[in-house]
C-alpha cells in the first residue's frame, strides 16, 4: 500500500487527529511525510511497542478509511452517488433511464388506477350496490397488479366479479349465452352514459396491455412476468362483461 500526500489530507480533513498508525510494508511518499511533520502528526508503525502502548491508554484514534459503496447502481453496472434527474429506481437502489420501457408501462398503470378511482366515486353517485361492488373489486384487482410489479412479487390469483380470470374469459367471448345479448361491436353515442364510460377505460386497459408485451418481452422473445401479463389481457375482459351488465340493465336504468 502506498500511503500518498492527498489520502492523508483527506483523512485529516474529515477528522483531525494527532497520531497516525501506519500499517506494516506500507510505503509513504516523500509529501505526505512532510504533511505529517507540517501538522505535527506523530507516525507509529503498527505493532510496535508504542502503537500498542497507544492504543490502550486510548490516545490514538485510529483513522480508518471507510470503503466508499456507491448509493445506487445503474443496469450496466456504473455507479452513483446521487439520483440524476432523468434516471428513476426500478427496484430496490438500482436506477434506469425515465423512458425505460418498464418505467413507462408503470406510468400507464398508475394512470388508469388514478381514473378508474375517480369513476368509481362517479359511480357512486348512481346508488346502484352491485355497480359499486364491482367497481370496488376491479379497483382492487388493479391495485395488485401495480403492486406485484413494483415489488417485483408474484401476483396471486384472484377473483373478480365474484368470478375466477378463467371464467371471466368465458364470459366475455360468449355473452348471447351469459347475457342474452350479442357482442357490442356497434357501441355508439345512443349507449348509455355508464356503458360509453366502461368502454373508455376498457380502451385504456388495452394500451396497458401493449405496454406490459413491450416492457416483458425481451429481444430473445423470452417473457417475464406472464403472470401480469396475463392480468392485463383480462383486465379489458372484466371491463367489457360490466359494459354487458351495463347494457343489460344489472346496473340499473343509466
Known amino acids: 500500500m502506498v500511503l500518498t500526500e492527498d489520502k492523508l489530507k483527506n483523512l485529516y480533513r474529515k477528522k483531525e487527529f494527532k497520531k497516525y498508525i501506519v500499517e506494516n510494508g506500507t510505503i509513504m511518499t516523500p509529501s505526505a511525510r ?8 506523530e507516525l507509529v508503525k503498527e505493532g510496535t511497542t508504542e502503537e500498542k502502548t497507544a492504543m490502550q491508554e486510548k490516545v490514538v484514534e485510529r483513522v480508518i478509511e471507510k470503503a466508499i459503496t456507491p448509493k445506487y447502481i445503474g443496469l450496466a453496472g456504473e455507479s452513483y452517488f446521487e439520483k440524476p434527474e432523468h434516471m428513476t429506481q426500478i427496484s430496490g437502489n438500482i436506477l434506469v433511464k425515465k423512458n425505460d420501457e418498464r418505467i413507462i408501462f408503470r406510468g400507464k398503470l398508475d394512470s388508469l388506477q388514478a381514473k378508474w ?121 372484466i371491463i367489457y362483461v360490466m359494459m354487458l351488465k351495463g347494457e343489460k340493465g344489472e346496473y340499473g336504468d343509466r
Not at 34 to 41: E, H, M, V
Not at 166 to 182: A, C, L, T
Not at 227 to 235: D, P, S, T, V
Open 34 to 41: 512532510q504533511f505529517l511533520a507540517d501538522k505535527g502528526i
Open 117 to 237: 378511482l375517480v369513476l368509481q366515486k362517479e359511480f357512486e353517485s348512481y346508488g346502484n350496490e352491485k355497480l359499486n361492488k364491482d367497481m370496488e373489486s376491479v379497483s382492487i384487482f388493479i391495485k395488485k397488479i401495480v403492486l406485484s410489479e413494483v415489488l417485483d412479487t408474484e401476483l396471486e390469483e384472484i377473483k373478480v366479479l365474484g368470478e375466477t380470470l378463467d371464467k371471466i374469459k368465458e364470459i366475455s367471448h360468449n355473452p348471447k349465452k351469459f347475457f342474452e345479448i350479442g357482442h357490442m361491436f356497434d357501441i355508439s353515442a345512443k349507449n348509455s352514459m355508464l356503458v360509453l364510460k366502461l368502454n373508455e377505460m376498457r380502451s385504456s386497459s388495452r394500451e396497458i396491455e401493449i405496454a406490459g408485451v413491450t416492457a416483458f418481452l425481451n429481444e430473445k422473445g423470452i417473457v417475464t412476468k406472464k403472470e401480469i401479463l396475463k392480468a392485463l389481457n383480462r383486465l379489458s375482459s
